[in-house]
């Protein structure tokens, strides 16, 4: 069974910096892709980073190029985001997800934000300012 478990979230000041965690178990796929999503109050989620485990490939969300960085850990299973430079508009519950190769089709990258089908318990994230 395949389980994400998120941790990391806290609250901070503006300029701050939070690094979150994403251990996953349950699967043991060489390529898979990993994400970090947000949602805020009355927003709609949005996929924020995610890497590609296979080679490392990373994607980010325009809004936080530059700031924030994710990164893996392929021994411990996990994936890391690294925010730096925390604004309000940063505040959110952020969750982890995974994307998994369908029976035995390898993946060679990630696909798109809406591929995503396994997630993590979320955690919260706050900005201020």
């Known amino acids: 069974q395949v389980q994400l478990v998120d941790s990391g979230g806290d609250s901070v000041q503006a300029g701050g910096s939070l690094r979150l965690s994403c251990v996953g178990s349950g699967y043991t796929y060489s390529g898979v892709c990993m994400g970090w999503f947000r949602q805020a109050p009355g927003k709609e989620r949005e996929g924020v980073a995610a890497?590609?485990?296979?080679?490392?490939?990373?994607y980010y969300h325009d809004s936080v190029k530059g700031r924030f960085t994710i990164s893996q850990d392929k021994v411990k299973n996990t994936v890391y985001l690294q925010m730096n430079s925390l604004k309000p508009e940063d505040t959110a519950m952020y969750y982890c997800a995974a994307d998994l190769p369908l029976g035995s089709v390898p993946m060679v990258s990630c696909g798109t934000w809406g591929d995503f089908g396994y997630w993590g318990q979320g955690t919260q994230v706050t900005v201020s300012s």
């Open positions: 890497i590609f485990t296979g080679d490392g490939s990373t």
